[in-house]
Antibody, heavy 122, light 107 residues
């Protein structure tokens, strides 16, 4: 059974940094691209970032480009999201999601974690 | 970025009804369009990928169609468990985009 478990969320002040982690199991992690998707409380889904199976290509939403960094450690079956210069508008549940293919130029998200809440507040 | 516009933004229907949700893209991207269903407090679930392919385990009452800029999700025979919010998502190119969502309420 595929499992994705996010961790690292919490309350952080504006301008500070936070690192989210996603621990994966139940599938061959390095065969698939991975993504982060967020959802502000009561709002819709927003794609944040994606990374290919071999970390050869990454992509970011304009809203986080230059502030967030997606990475993966295949030896640890883990996905990360390093978030710098956090803003109030970054407050959201952050979901880790598995793509159905190895690249980020196509596919769909067939497995999701339960999410971790990031609250940016002074 | 390609904008995705869903309609309607919400709808109310009865069990057994056939409902249609549309998603219009601001640019042609062939068939790289997915549909998800999310219930409050839960992560989204993939229903349809590549515009018309039913994801494993998804009931056959769900179907998708379209290409280019206009896509449709149809639920034939609405069930009580189908309430929630439906999102389209463009997966063409490296930048992915979700529609704003369509909330479905069961009458």
């Amino acid at each position: 059974e595929v499992q994705l478990v996010e961790s690292g969320g919490g309350v952080v002040q504006p301008g500070k940094s936070l690192r989210l982690s996603c621990s994966a199991s139940g599938f061959v992690f390095d065969d698939y691209a991975m993504h982060w998707v967020r959802q502000a409380p009561g709002k819709g889904l927003e794609w944040v970032a994606g990374i290919t199976w071999n970390s050869g290509n990454v992509a970011y939403a304009d809203s986080v480009k230059g502030r967030f960094t997606i990475s993966r450690d295949d030896a640890r079956n883990s996905l990360y999201l390093h978030m710098n210069s956090l803003r109030h508008e970054d407050t959201a549940f952050y979901y880790c999601a598995k793509n159905v293919v190895a690249t980020i130029s196509e596919g769909g998200l067939d497995n999701w974690g339960r999410g971790t809440l990031v609250t940016v507040s002074s | 970025d390609i904008q995705m516009t869903q309609s309607p933004s919400s709808l109310s229907a009865s069990v057994g009804d056939r409902i249609t949700i549309t998603c219009r893209a601001g640019q042609n991207f062939t068939r790289y369009l997915n549909w998800y269903h999310q219930k409050a407090g839960n992560a989204p679930k993939l229903l349809i990928y590549a515009a018309s392919s039913l994801h494993s385990g998804v009931p056959s009452r769900f179907s998708g169609s379209g290409s280019g800029t206009d896509f449709t999700l149809i639920i034939s025979g609405l069930q009580p468990e189908d309430f929630g919010t439906y999102y389209c998502q463009k997966s063409y190119g490296d930048i992915w985009t979700f529609g704003q969502g369509t909330r479905v309420e069961i009458q």
